[in-house]
């Protein structure tokens, strides 16, 4: 595992975009994949600055959506859908090769499920999986507890998450108690796993997660046994992490 540590947040989001960047220029017709999430804004800012101006050709490459809330849809402000939308796809002046993305307030979820998985399946390995990490640890939806082996399904939210949950819905309180997620399994099985994580409530669980016993109480563990996996931080997410930890490296 290396885990890369940037001053502060923005220069951790140009170092997620430079390893996004030169992993799809290596391989043009990539599956990629994106959280939602406060963490990720600056990298898919960044990225699609890239693609304004020509450095990354997403003409090839396949998107498929992480993770997304059941009952709040695309039109939603705080869904993930309309995350992708808002900060992704809209932005980007040229569009991906193909694009999957969750509707959460559909009545065919697992249809949806079993869509993500086809188009996993169809384009993947996911060659780019791009995760952010929750508070609880979690990766995606895939919440303490989680089975490591499952795939695209449907999951009960765990109480930290529907904690944390309001800071999407500007404040309000909305009664949401699922999420649908790509698995655990289909994580480890892509190419290369970036995790950013930024700030200082971040530190405590990064430092679970990558010091700590691998253990579906803390899902993000699980990442310690991906072979390419490696960790983007600022200093604030960073500072439970001893210095001189082997494969960490100050940008
Ligand atoms: P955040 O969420 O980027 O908003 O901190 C991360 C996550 O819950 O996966």
């Known amino acids: 595992m290396k885990i890369i540590v940037a001053k502060d947040y923005e220069a951790m989001s140009r170092a997620a975009a430079d390893q996004v960047e030169a992993l799809v220029r290596a391989e043009p017709e990539a599956l990629v994949s994106f959280p939602g999430g406060d963490t990720p804004v600056g990298l898919l800012r960044e990225f699609c600055r890239r693609v304004k101006e020509g450095a990354i050709d997403p003409s090839g490459l396949k998107f498929v959506q992480l993770d997304d809330w059941v009952g709040i849809g695309p039109n939603d402000e705080g869904s993930c859908s309309n995350f992708i939308r808002e900060n992704l796809l809209r932005v980007m002046d040229r569009p991906f090769g193909d694009v999957f993305t969750f509707n959460g307030a559909g009545e065919d979820i697992d249809a949806q499920l079993a869509g993500q998985e086809a188009f996993i399946e169809k384009y993947g390995p996911i060659c780019v999986e ?11 939806f895939n919440e303490e507890g989680i089975d490591f082996s499952l795939r695209s399904h449907r999951t009960p939210l765990s109480s930290v998450t529907r904690g944390v949950q309001k800071k999407y819905f500007g404040g309000r309180d909305l009664p949401l ?38 253990t579906n109480q803390v899902p993000a563990s699980v990442l ?26 100050r940008v």
């Open 177 to 214: 108690k699922e999420g649908i997620t790509q698995g655990i399994a289909q994580i480890m099985e892509s190419k290369t796993v970036l995790a950013i994580a930024n700030g200082k409530k971040k530190a405590d669980i990064v430092a679970k997660a990558i010091l700590g016993p691998v």
């Open 224 to 249: 310690q046994g991906h072979g390419r996996c490696l960790y983007l931080l600022d200093e604030e997410a960073a500072s439970l992490l001893p210095a001189d930890l082997p494969g960490l490296e």
């Open 130 to 140: 791009v995760l952010g990490i929750g508070m609880n640890g979690h990766l995606g």
